[in-house]
């Protein structure tokens, strides 16, 4: 499994940008996927997630609210749609897909975002 993650750039705070991370291999209808985010000088941390189904979906508190996580299983791609941005959404955004959430063993390369003030 490949992901490929893309979007990412720079936007003003409360704007929004929708990013992508498209996925090669038969397994990814049948897989969970994941956003995580790093920050510079921080740890890399989980964002947000949904099942194989697009039927569950679970976010960190800081972004509950303002960001949704989609998937079209027909174009193997899963969106995270972010609203309100703040500066400290600023990171390099990952997505991962593994069989369950929580379990994740595949990973994309990252897709920086920049929020400015």
């Known amino acids: 499994v490949q992901l490929q993650a893309s979007g990412g750039g720079l936007v003003r705070a409360g704007g929004s940008r929708r990013l992508s991370c498209a996925a090669s291999?038969?397994?990814?209808?049948?897989?969970?996927m994941g956003w995580f985010r790093q920050a510079p000088g921080k740890e890399r941390e989980f964002v947000a997630a949904i099942n194989w189904s697009g039927g569950s979906t679970t976010y960190d508190d800081s972004v509950k609210g303002r960001f949704t996580v989609s998937r079209d299983n027909a174009k193997n791609t899963v969106y995270l749609q972010m609203y309100s941005l703040k500066p400290e959404d600023t990171a390099v955004y990952y997505c991962a897909t593994g069989p369950q959430v929580g379990v994740y063993t595949y990973w994309g390369q990252g897709t920086q975002v920049t929020v400015s003030s």
């Open positions: 291999g038969r397994t990814f209808s049948s897989y969970a």
